[in-house]
């Protein structure tokens, strides 16, 4: 005869979590410490802008963002926005940023381009290629960026022709000490336009140019930060395995196509991060732009700071423009890095 069944009893559920919180737990006592930090920090802050301003009232000195809505009084050599004498201050220092903003981006893309090229020069198999990217590595990363600076634009201004005897490359480009001169697209008539230089007897006319200042930062920051993208980009293409590389091989790809479709996509998540710090260096170093006139934030933040007196808001506008400009520039690489990121199954 079959046994009987024996109904099965069910599991008892177990007992539902319970927090009980604790000044006593781990979790407690580090939001404490956290707390405190931040208040520490706040009371700090306030006891430095408080102990400033009353020192700057005993002596006399004017204080307050106020000036920013008054006539600076000062020209600016160049920028894109429309400014004169008359401006306010905010204006100028709009004027500073956008110029900023101006060398930093062309050069962050330039800097890229020629490092990237640089780092994978690194591994060709030639000889005479593989030493001369060794060798512009190690000389522009060793020279001091101010120095480079300085040397490229005493280049431009002493040893170009004047703008009567201009250079020029099919009567469309003219390079002379006034700059470079090309032709531009303009709106005339209900249409654009190709304006083209044209050299004159003083100086040439027409066609958008680039001040020998601008040239100079610009060449000098690409020249010098590409040096170390080149290397971040060796060493993330060294990072990846050989096997890679036979991999390309075996399936029929040459050289550089393995390179450019295996490789460097592997590479790239151990670059990025690398390369934000160049980038953020790159925006910084821009401020570096005041030593050879080019009218960047800090240049216009010095006059007018000489202009206005307002040492200290002069300086908090330059700290707070960078910051933002450093936090924007690494929200958008980590974005980057997450979209570039291998994704696992």
């Known amino acids: 005869m079959p046994e009987p069944s024996v109904p099965l009893i069910p599991p008892r559920p177990a007992p ?5 919180f604790s000044w006593r737990g781990r979790k407690a006592r580090s939001v ?3 707390v405190l930090a931040v208040l520490a920090i706040a009371l700090l802050g306030w006891l430095l802008v ?12 004017q204080s307050g963002f106020d000036f920013l809505w008054q006539p600076a009084g000062f020209d600016i050599g160049e920028g894109w926005l429309s400014y004169d004498s ?14 900023t903003l101006r060398v930093a981006l062309i050069g962050c893309v330039l800097a890229t381009v020629l490092g990237t090229l640089l780092g994978v020069a690194r591994f060709s198999r030639n000889a005479l290629l593989r030493g001369l990217s060794y060798g512009y590595v190690e000389l522009f990363r060793n020279i001091p960026l101010l120095l480079q600076l300085l040397m490229w634009y005493l280049l431009f201004i002493e040893y170009l022709p004047p703008s009567s005897e201009a250079l020029s ?4 480009i003219f390079l002379s000490k006034n700059g470079l001169s090309f032709p531009s697209l303009a709106w005339e008539h209900g ?6 230089p044209v050299a004159g007897e003083m100086q040439v006319e027409g066609g958008s140019a680039l001040s020998p200042e601008f040239m100079a930062v610009l060449l000098g920051l690409v020249l010098y930060t590409s040096a170390f993208i080149a290397e971040v ?8 395995p050989k096997g890679q590389h036979e991999a390309g091989a075996s399936i029929g790809l040459s050289r550089a196509r393995s390179m450019r479709l295996i490789v460097l996509p592997q590479a790239l998540r151990l670059i990025i991060p690398p390369l934000t710090n160049q ?15 080019y009218p960047e934030l800090v240049s216009i933040a010095n006059t007018s700071l000489n202009q206005s007196g307002r040492a200290v808001e002069c300086i908090a506008i330059i700290m707070l423009v960078y910051l933002l400009l450093s936090l924007f520039t690494s929200a958008l690489m980590n974005w980057f890095n997450r979209r570039a990121a291998i994704k696992e199954r």
């Open 16 to 20: 539902a979590a319970t927090r009980h």
């Open 32 to 34: 404490a410490y956290q």
């Open 50 to 61: 408080s102990n400033t301003l009353a020192n700057m009232r005993l002596r006399g000195i």
């Open 86 to 99: 008359a401006s306010p201050y905010w204006k100028a220092f709009l004027v500073g940023i956008v110029n």
């Open 169 to 172: 490359i099919g009567k469309a």
């Open 191 to 196: 249409q654009l336009q190709f304006q083209l």
């Open 233 to 240: 980009v060796r060493a993330g293409i060294a990072s990846v």
């Open 279 to 293: 980038y953020l260096n790159l925006t910084k170093n821009s401020s570096l732009a005041v030593a050879v006139g």
